[in-house]
């Protein structure tokens, strides 16, 4: 079992940036890719970001990609999405998922293929 806390989320400025923090429990961590995916009031949630066990492959949804950064520290047993450049737009909950197949998450696109879930952090960016 892994549980997942994300934290971090706010209220900021269009332009601006936030870094999101997802805490696991468990010692497993490193054995899944983990993920970022966002949900905006009324629309269909939105694989944003993930990573490898190891770090060494990251995916970005065109919408956030040169913004956007993931990133994960397996010693502190947590993923990091830091993001800049913020458009109102980015308004959302966000939340991290933990998956034991990369490449399940990425060849559906985020739509299976996580195990665990966080309960979400909301990001406002106001224009």
């Known amino acids: 079992q892994v549980q997942l806390v994300e934290s971090g989320g706010g209220l900021v400025q269009a332009g601006g940036s936030l870094r999101l923090s997802c805490a696991a429990s468990?010692?497993?961590?490193?054995?899944?890719?983990m993920g970022w995916f966002r949900q905006a009031p009324g629309k269909e949630r939105e694989f944003v970001s993930a990573?490898?066990?190891?770090?060494?492959?990251?995916y970005y949804a065109d919408s956030v990609k040169g913004r956007f950064s993931i990133s994960r520290d397996n010693g502190k047993i947590t993923v990091y999405l830091q993001m800049n450049s913020l458009k109102p737009e980015d308004t959302a909950v966000y939340y991290c998922?933990?998956?034991?197949?990369?490449?399940?998450?990425?060849?559906?696109?985020?739509?299976?293929?996580?195990?665990?879930w966080g309960k979400g952090t909301l990001v406002t960016v106001s224009s």
């Open positions: 998922a933990a998956a034991t197949a990369w490449a399940t998450m990425i060849a559906a696109g985020g739509r299976y293929g996580m195990d665990y």
């Open positions: 468990g010692r497993t961590f490193s054995s899944y890719a």
């Open positions: 990573i490898s066990r190891s770090g060494g492959m990251t």
